[in-house]
């Protein structure tokens, strides 16, 4: 935490912070105790720091977690994952915004991870010959050298 800039006063003020809009000190400590709580804390630390000061970030808080109770529904086993998305959510977007409703996605990252070839050229290049396929996935022959010797 110190390495992100987060004392360890802060870290509590920002645990209370949370459970004053979660309601719960059994899911406060779930949330604190996953691997993404120091950088959520970070990331509170430093919209207190800013412009909002804390006030913004217990308005963000309020919003994401006391006024949306979207994370509390669905699996138990999953409680945590879906406390850190809505934290997430709560501090990334901004106040007043419309929340996304699903993951964002690159496409120049979908297209640089894409296994197939494109449907036509690329501008100024030819059209592969044959499709794209991963090199763990493509056939290979003996090994050089492999098998019996003569």
């Known amino acids: 935490m110190e390495q992100l800039d987060v004392t360890v006063a802060a870290n509590s003020r920002l645990v209370n912070m949370v459970k004053d809009y979660v309601g719960s000190e059994r899911e406060t400590a779930l949330l604190a105790?996953?691997?993404?709580?120091?950088?959520?804390?970070?990331?509170?630390?430093?919209?207190?720091?800013?412009?909002?000061?804390?006030?913004?970030?217990?308005?963000?808080?309020?919003?994401?977690?006391?006024?949306?109770?979207?994370?509390?529904q669905?699996?138990?086993?999953?409680?945590?994952?879906?406390?850190?998305?809505?934290?997430?959510?709560?501090?990334?977007?901004?106040?007043?915004?419309?929340v996304p409703d699903g993951p964002r996605v690159s496409a120049t990252a979908a297209r640089s991870r894409s296994t197939t070839a494109p449907a036509g050229a690329a501008p100024g290049r030819a059209a592969p010959a044959e499709a794209a396929v991963p090199a763990h996935r493509q056939a290979a022959g003996p090994a050089k050298g492999s098998g019996p010797r003569r």
């Open 33 to 72: 105790a996953t691997r993404a709580w120091p950088l959520l804390a970070a990331r509170m630390a430093g919209v207190a720091r800013g412009p909002e000061g804390e006030q913004g970030l217990r308005a963000r808080l309020k919003a994401g977690l006391g006024d949306d109770p979207a994370w509390e």
């Open 74 to 98: 669905g699996p138990p086993g999953e409680l945590a994952v879906r406390m850190v998305g809505a934290t997430l959510r709560a501090l990334t977007v901004p106040p007043g915004a419309p």
